[in-house]
C-alpha cells in the first residue's frame, strides 16, 4: 500500500512538474499581438526617441534624418510565429503606403546579422530591415511584447503605437490626393 502510494505522488510529481515546464516554455516562445503598453517617452503626440541602427548591408539609419516623412517602426524577431505571419501584412503596408511617402523599417530585436540576413532573404523583405542587437532601441520604445508597431508623424511625434489601428491611421495620414 505504501509502495503505490509513493508511485501515485512520484507520478504526480512527475506531471505537475512537466505541466509547469510546458508553460514556461510555451510563454517564453510566445508573441504578444496585444496592444503595446504606452509608458514614458513613447506616448502619442510625444517626440520619438531618436536612435541610430545598422541596417542589414552595414548602412546607418538614423531616425532624426527621416524627419519630413511619416516612419513605420516594425519591431520583430525571426523565431516569432506571429511575426512570421504577419509578413505577407507588412509588405502590403509597404506596397500601398511606401509610395506615398511612408518609410517602412523593421527592427530585428537582439539576433545576429547573418541569421537576420537570411532571414529577410527567405521571406523576400522589400523594406528596410536594421538590427538592434543589444535591444536598446526596443527598450526605449517600451516594446514588452513581438511584433510591435510604432507609427512616426512627419514632424517625429509619435501618431500611435496600437497594432490593430495602424491601417485606419495609415489610411488618414496618407489619403490618395
Known sequence: MRNSIVRIRGRLFFLLSAGLIVVAFT?????????QPTRGR???DSAAPDFIL????GADFK????????VLLIFLTTWCPTCRSEIPHYKEIY??????GLEVVSIDIEESKSKVS????KNQIPY???LDEKGRVAGAYDITGIPAMVLINRDGTVLTRKYFVIDTVLE????KK
Request: glycine share 4%; aromatic share 4%.
Open 63 to 70: 531616425l532624426s534624418a527621416a524627419k519630413g516623412k511619416p
Open 27 to 35: 510563454s517564453l516562445l510566445s508573441c504578444s499581438e496585444s496592444e
Open 128 to 130: 528596410r530591415t536594421l
Open 118 to 121: 537570411q532571414f529577410a532573404a
Open 42 to 44: 513613447t506616448i502619442s
Open 172 to 175: 488618414t495620414l496618407l489619403e
Open 54 to 57: 545598422k541596417d542589414l548591408a
Open 95 to 100: 506596397e500601398t503606403y511606401g509610395k506615398r
